[in-house]
């Protein structure tokens, strides 16, 4: 099992900038992939980006290229998302996950086994 725990959330302006942070520890040596998912009551959970541990290969979300960029520090097993420019349609409850999805659908949600509790996003 592997423990996650973001911070690093909060409340900006629009076309502001946070950075999202995702310690991993535990049974790590299980998982290949960490990612970021976001949520909005009603909604399903939606990927952001992906990164592959070690060999650094990221994925990012068409709504967020440009604008996100997901990178880690293996030797602290922590993984960031930087955003940038952000929109009021990115409010939501930001998740951590790890796991080892297969690289065509690092954004379903359902590859991933290993959960943080989320850190909250709000533009205003």
């Known amino acids: 099992h592997v423990q996650l725990v973001e911070s690093g959330g909060g409340s900006v302006q629009a076309g502001g900038s946070l950075r999202l942070s995702c310690a991993a520890s535990?049974?790590?040596?299980?998982?290949?992939?960490m990612a970021w998912f976001r949520q909005t009551p009603g909604k399903e959970r939606e990927g952001v980006a992906a990164?592959?541990?070690?060999?650094?290969?990221?994925h990012h979300a068409d709504s967020v290229k440009g604008r996100f960029t997901i990178s880690q520090d293996n030797a602290k097993r922590t993984v960031y998302l930087q955003m940038n420019s952000l929109k009021p349609e990115d409010a939501a409850m930001y998740y951590c996950?790890?796991?080892?999805?297969?690289?065509?659908?690092?954004?379903?949600?359902?590859?991933?086994?290993?959960w943080g509790q989320g850190t909250q996003v709000t533009i205003s």
């Open positions: 990164i592959g541990i070690g060999g650094g290969k990221t």
């Open positions: 535990g049974h790590t040596y299980t998982i290949d992939v």
């Open positions: 996950a790890a796991g080892d999805p297969l690289d065509l659908v690092w954004y379903r949600a359902d590859e991933y086994a290993n």
